[in-house]
């Protein structure tokens, strides 16, 4: 395991980079979520599977494995295949249509979901107010764990409709992570939206879980 000043300079040294990459990255994000909001259910949700399965494939292929170059090894190769996989689900289910993205009729669940993306775009905001520099800022699209917060957060809007091994996979990353690792040993402070999701996106699927045995047995 790397030290927090080792972890910090990987981060600097990626954001450097690529930079200005990572804002046009998550301006991106925020127009395809404005349109899924807005647009046409059938190709908001094509652009934004394709928007989460490239964002994840760069992240596992770009992040861990070419740029990562300060992560050890054999970890950094196993993150990457992690999120090059869930990039690659996203990627296909724009054909097999596994997953609905579209937000919930309930409106409730609806201002729900719209808060809490509304929350994962101000991951930079946070590391702003934590006085990180430009480079260290976290940004969702170019960096993992808000990237897998904004994923989470999508597929919880129709949790009825879901590619499971996708949410479980995201799930892994989000909940352990943050409390066990990037908290309290790198001190990202931000990575507490990603466990809140987390945690939100397990009760839900629990929650449809019980619902549908219910639902089974009663028939």
Request: with cysteine.
């Amino acid at each position: 395991m790397i030290s927090s000043q080792d972890w910090w300079n990987v981060i600097r040294n990626y954001g450097q980079s690529i930079y200005p990459t990572q804002i046009i990255v998550m301006i991106i994000g925020i127009v395809a979520v404005i349109y899924l909001v807005f647009g046409s259910k059938s190709k908001s949700n094509v652009l934004m599977k394709a928007y989460l399965g490239l964002c994840n494939l760069w992240i596992g292929i770009g992040f861990f494995i070419v740029l990562g170059k300060g992560f050890p090894s054999p970890l950094k190769q196993i993150q990457g295949l992690l999120f090059v996989v869930i990039g690659i689900l996203f990627i296909i289910d724009i054909f097999t249509k596994k997953s609905n993205l579209a937000f919930s009729k309930f409106k409730s669940k609806k201002y729900l979901n719209l808060g809490f993306l509304l929350v994962v775009f101000c991951y930079p905001l946070v590391g702003v107010l934590l006085g990180r520099s430009i480079n260290e800022l976290i940004f969702p699209g170019t960096l993992p764990c808000a990237t897998a917060a904004l994923s989470l957060v999508l597929l919880t809007n129709s949790i009825k409709k879901v590619n499971l091994l996708l949410y479980i996979l995201l799930l892994i990353w989000a909940i352990p992570f943050p409390v066990l690792i990037q908290i309290p040993k790198f001190h990202v402070y931000e990575d507490s939206i990603m466990f809140l999701i987390g945690v939100y996106a397990l009760l839900v699927l629990v929650v449809s879980t019980i619902r549908s045995r219910r639902t089974v047995e009663c028939l």
